[in-house]
Nanobody, 120 residues
Framework: QLQLVESGGGLVQPGGSLRLSCTVS????????LGWFRQAPGKEREGVSC????????SYANSVKGRFTISRDNAKNMVFLHMNDLKPEDTAVYYC?????????????WGRGTLVTVSS
């Protein structure tokens, strides 16, 4: 049973940057695709980015392409989301997730989320 814990959220001004981190409890996560999802107030959860277990394939939602970068450190069982040029519409609870069988389309494990607020 994997446990995922996010950190790094907070309040940031528009145009600012944040780095989210997610620590996974077990090294078996190295065989999982890892992803970031978000849920804004009153909206459904959406996929933000995904990275393959082998660290050679990534994907991004159109709304964050060119601004966000996903990375992972398999030695530390961690995944990161580097967010630049943040906009108010990026305000959401951000969740990391682990998917053993698919490329983040059906994660079996989720963290509890970290809140990102973009506001002046």
């Amino acid at each position: 049973q994997l446990q995922l814990v996010e950190s790094g959220g907070g309040l940031v001004q528009p145009g600012g940057s944040l780095r989210l981190s997610c620590t996974v409890s077990d090294s078996s996560v190295r065989g999982y695709a890892l992803g970031w999802f978000r849920q804004a107030p009153g909206k459904e959860r959406e996929g933000v980015s995904c990275i393959s277990s082998t660290n050679d394939t990534t994907s991004y939602a159109n709304s964050v392409k060119g601004r966000f970068t996903i990375s992972r450190d398999n030695a530390k069982n961690m995944v990161f989301l580097h967010m630049n040029d943040l906009k108010p519409e990026d305000t959401a609870v951000y969740y990391c997730a682990a998917d053993l069988f698919y490329f983040c389309s059906a994660p079996g494990y989720w963290g509890r989320g970290t809140l990102v607020t973009v506001s002046s």
